[in-house]
């Protein structure tokens, strides 16, 4: 089990940039898979990023090339930097911790993007 906190969420306009942190309760070097999902009102959890621990990455087809996920394990980290993004991107992005035994969630923050 890993407890996951969220941080780095706002208010951007179209075009600008953010960067999500989500911070682990403990070492994440053998988490087999850390992600980023988000859930717009009314839409199901969707994902956006995953990447595994030999660094290996995945991402929807709506953020390639604008999104990059990336993981600190010195620092148990792992981050989403987004760029240009867009009103479509609105929505709250969760953090997510998967191995063999557990599926771990953290409690999510808001990113809006205005026109």
């Known amino acids: 089990q890993v407890q996951l906190v969220e941080s780095g969420g706002g208010l951007v306009q179209a075009g600008g940039s953010l960067r999500l942190s989500c911070a682990a309760s403990?070492?994440?070097?053998?988490?087999?898979?850390m992600g980023w999902y988000r859930q717009a009102p009314g839409k199901q959890r969707e994902l956006v990023a995953v990447?595994?621990?030999?660094?290996?990455?995945n991402y929807a087809d709506s953020v390639k090339g604008r999104f990059t996920i990336s993981r600190d394990n010195a620092k148990n980290t792992v981050y989403l930097q987004m760029n240009s993004l867009k009103p479509e991107d609105t929505a709250v992005y969760y953090c997510?911790?998967?191995?063999?035994?557990?599926?771990?969630w953290g409690q999510g923050t808001q990113v809006t993007v205005s026109s």
């Open positions: 990447i595994g621990s030999g660094g290996n990455t």
């Open positions: 403990r070492n994440i070097f053998s988490i087999n898979s």
């Open positions: 997510n911790a998967r191995g063999y035994s557990y599926d771990n």
